[in-house]
């Protein structure tokens, strides 16, 4: 039986970014690294990045480092990307379009093969090729195409409907965009990105270093005087 790979979610957030830089020196004709190479490259301690890649079982050699092509390998079977991962998307308006115009996909062994929208107006036209169909054609399509992936890109109001939809096509993992909350089974994998919070948290720290700096200020203005 295949041994199953229990990795800490800080570290498998951290994979991606690995992976990414190995294909950059790949591209560079670099063929070794050490975790201090990595580590100084994201900004990440080189100890944290020798504990993350002991993890399935990938070890440098003492004062030489890793294989670079070795060590895509591995990450690329670990993350799924070696197999191309199919996807739908739900909603194609402008950040629908975004995502699915989003190049960066590919080398992560994503593929958007199918859309869908509630729209007549979009409804039947194509995009990169692909035809978008109405909603309701969802779970018939999912099926045939036995697709594991669906992003959410449709307003709030609309998302657990199309969730239930998902589920019930048999689609496994959910990456929603949509600023609610979705019920889903247990057994769904779902990803949320609220754009919202990630702003107001934005928005948030700069208030807070423009009172500080504003303290600051009144600080020395009182010291001076």
């Known amino acids: 039986m295949e041994r199953v790979i229990s990795i800490p979610k800080p570290t498998l957030e951290r994979l991606p970014l690995y992976y990414r830089r190995l294909l950059q020196w790949r591209e560079e004709k670099v063929s070794i690294v050490s975790s201090a190479d990595i580590g100084k490259n994201l900004g990440i301690d080189s100890a944290q990045v ?46 629908g379009r975004a995502i699915c115009s989003y190049p960066g ?9 199918a859309f869908f929208d509630i729209d007549p107006q979009i409804v039947g ?7 978008v169909f109405h909603v309701n054609d969802l779970i018939h399509i999912v099926k045939r195409l036995k697709i594991q992936i669906g992003i959410i890109t449709v307003p709030a109001r609309e998302a657990q409907k199309v969730a239930d939809q998902m589920v019930a ?15 889903v089974p247990e057994e769904v994998i779902i990803r949320s990105e609220d754009l919202a919070v990630g702003l107001a948290t934005l928005s948030h720290y700069l208030v807070r270093e423009d009172l500080s700096e504003r303290a600051e200020g009144l600080d020395r203005g009182i010291s001076g005087s």
């Not at 996909?105 to 093969?113: D, E, H, N, R, T």
């Not at 036209?125 to 035809?131: N, Q, Y």
């Not at 096509?169 to 019920?183: D, E, Q, V, Y």
């Open 105 to 113: 996909f590919a080398p992560y062994g994503l593929s958007i093969v």
């Open 125 to 131: 036209t194509k995009i990169r090729g692909h035809e």
């Open 169 to 183: 096509g048999g689609i496994r993992a959910i990456w929603n965009f949509a600023p609610t909350r979705l019920h």
């Open 50 to 95: 020798r504990r993350d890649l002991t993890y399935f079982g990938a070890v440098g050699r003492p004062g030489i480092g890793y294989k670079v092509e070795e060590l895509i390998s591995y990450l690329g079977e670990l993350l799924g990307i070696n197999n191309v991962n199919e996807a739908i998307i739900v909603g194609v308006g402008n950040l």
